[in-house]
């Protein structure tokens, strides 16, 4: 695959594994690392970490940090990653006219 085409990059990106379930409850609000975990269960917080950091560095989900006691840390999506979930709702309804076919 040509590292350099656009479609190959976010191709690798969404074809991790959880990386999609991950942006998909993103799409509904910010969420705190442990609320994703409850959420996406059987995922391994190591994993999560990592998946997370992953799509920040793609620049589909965003980190906000708080200076609070105990210090909070919560997650959403970039505009980006708004922005293909719309893609996401097209790829469903696809899934749904066409999937039994598969």
């Known amino acids: 695959m ?3 085409c656009p ?4 191709i690798k990106i969404l074809g991790m594994k959880w990386n999609m379930l991950i942006l998909r409850q993103l799409s509904e ?3 705190r690392f442990n609320a ?3 959420e996406l ?3 391994s917080s190591k994993t999560l970490s990592k998946r997370l ?3 920040e560095k793609a620049g589909l989900v965003k980190k906000e940090m ?3 006691i105990p210090p909070r840390v919560e997650y959403s999506l970039t505009d980006s990653g708004l922005e293909l979930i719309k893609y ?3 790829l469903s309804n696809w899934a749904e006219k066409f999937g039994k076919t598969i």
């Open 66 to 68: 708080f200076k609070e």
């Open 41 to 43: 269960k059987p995922i």
């Open 7 to 10: 479609v190959a990059k976010i």
């Open 36 to 38: 994703l975990i409850n």
């Open 29 to 31: 609000d910010k969420k």
């Open 53 to 55: 950091k992953e799509l």
């Open 2 to 4: 040509d590292e350099k």
């Open 88 to 90: 996401f709702k097209a």
